[in-house]
């Protein structure tokens, strides 16, 4: 067992209950940790996703620096950067500026080729392998918007390419209410499989 100190870059909305990630900031690369409640990557409930400080305890929040306990990695084909929690309180140690982000972008070509949705046989093949699931990248033209089925989605532009992704930012409706200045850094997930598919997803808009 052993302690992160992570900048939470998502908490997001994942069966009702949280769907943590963020950077590890106490080694020289800072590398993702997402972490989960078992080994199936199963999100976190309410009372696992908080952070103790000195006014108590609260959900922890993207910016947030917070010490984390890890019992052992437990990574899948499509989410390699699962860590199972040791159940001890997390620890918030102050935030970063959301000018740092840039400091943490990642700088793929593609985010997981194009589409919204990756086929999950090709992973479990082998034809497609996935070395990270979590990205945090600058997009251009970014809109946010709630589709006919009142879905909540954002189409943007990365590296060329148009996408239309589900977002699952709990902050989604409060941005569309108040249309604040935005940084157009999203925290991109690769989904749990579903229905033959992992679908990517928009889990915070910065």
Aim: charged share 20%.
């Amino acid at each position: 067992m052993s302690n992160h100190q992570i900048v939470i870059l998502a908490n997001s909305v994942k069966h009702h209950q949280h769907c943590v990630a963020g950077k590890t900031v106490n080694t020289h690369h800072y590398h993702w940790v997402r972490p989960v409640s078992d080994e199936q990557g199963c999100e976190l409930t309410h009372e696992q996703a908080k952070c103790q400080n000195p006014h108590g305890k609260f959900n922890v929040k993207p910016l947030q620096k917070v010490t984390i306990g890890i019992a052992r990695h437990v990574p899948l084909i499509n989410q390699p950067e699962n860590y199972l929690i040791d159940g001890s309180t997390w620890q918030q140690n102050y935030r970063i500026d959301e000018n740092e982000l840039v400091n943490y972008l990642d700088k793929p070509s593609d985010i997981w080729g194009t589409g919204d949705r990756v086929n999950f046989h090709l992973i479990q093949s082998g034809q497609l392998s996935i070395q990270q699931s979590l990205y945090l990248i600058k997009v251009e033209e970014l809109y946010l918007f709630v589709n006919n089925y009142n879905k909540r989605r954002a189409c943007f532009i990365y590296n060329g390419s148009n996408y239309e992704l589900a977002v699952t930012d709990p902050n989604f409706d409060n941005i569309i209410s108040n249309s604040p200045e935005l940084k157009n850094i999203l925290c991109i997930s690769l989904g749990e499989e579903f229905e033959g598919y992992c679908f990517k997803l928009i889990a915070t808009i910065f």
